[in-house]
């Protein structure tokens, strides 16, 4: 066999360049994957950082000087404590007022919108305002529960001395009309994304933007 022949059967055995772009980008695509999987899985581990770091709390939130600093002089309301008696492990739907009102009282746990407006649904009288009394929870089934209410046109309103704190603010604004005593206590909190790693941080805004609609 001639070295000519030889040169052309040892190409032959090669693979082409389009075959080894793929390899390489399958290879990259795999290793990505475990380090996804390490960051999700790996407590206490983080991965190398690709983005700026997420700011202090005394720093500004960038970009701009945004920092909101806490002034208790300007708070009318320093709001109400969690309630000595623990509330509900979920979402506890008990009409209240002779049927003319609905009580929701608990945590909003996962599941509990769609069992909340089955029950709703089969009350007789229906009610007209809905009291709530809650820590928060799970923010897809209050933003689910919020839907179905401003759709009944139910009201929503807060008893004296309750709360509604966390994903619970979803249902109240929920009501067409929205009732809240000085001594109940609404409390909301700004998301907060963690340190920007590998997957930047529009990503996880764009979800929350297409979850709250």
Not at 85 to 104: E, H, K, M
Not at 130 to 154: H, T
């Amino acid at each position: 066999m001639s070295e000519e022949t030889s040169e052309k059967l040892e190409g032959n055995r090669r693979p082409p360049i389009v075959g080894r772009v793929l390899i390489g980008v399958l290879i990259f695509q795999l290793g990505l994957a475990v380090l996804l999987f390490w960051g999700d899985l790996g407590e206490g581990l983080r991965l190398p950082g690709f983005g700026p770091r997420a700011p202090e709390l005394t720093e500004p939130i960038r970009p701009g000087d945004q920092t909101r600093r806490f002034r208790p002089e300007r708070a009318p309301n320093p709001g109400q404590p969690m309630p000595d008696t623990a509330l509900p492990d979920r979402l506890i739907l008990t009409p209240v007022s002779g049927g003319r009102a609905a009580l929701l009282e608990g945590t909003i746990e996962a599941g509990d919108a769609e069992r909340i407006t089955k029950q709703l649904a089969e009350l007789s009288p229906a009610p007209e305002e809905i009291y709530l009394n809650s820590p928060g929870g799970s923010v897809r089934d209050a933003l689910e529960l919020g839907r179905y209410l401003r759709r009944e046109g139910f009201d929503t309103a807060l008893r004296e001395g309750d709360i509604c704190y966390s994903a619970c603010p979803y249902l109240l604004a929920a009501g067409e009309a929205r009732t809240v005593p000085d001594s109940a206590s609404v409390g909301v909190h700004q998301h907060y994304f963690g340190e920007s790693t590998i997957l930047p941080a529009f990503v996880a805004v764009e979800d929350i933007q297409r979850g709250q609609g």
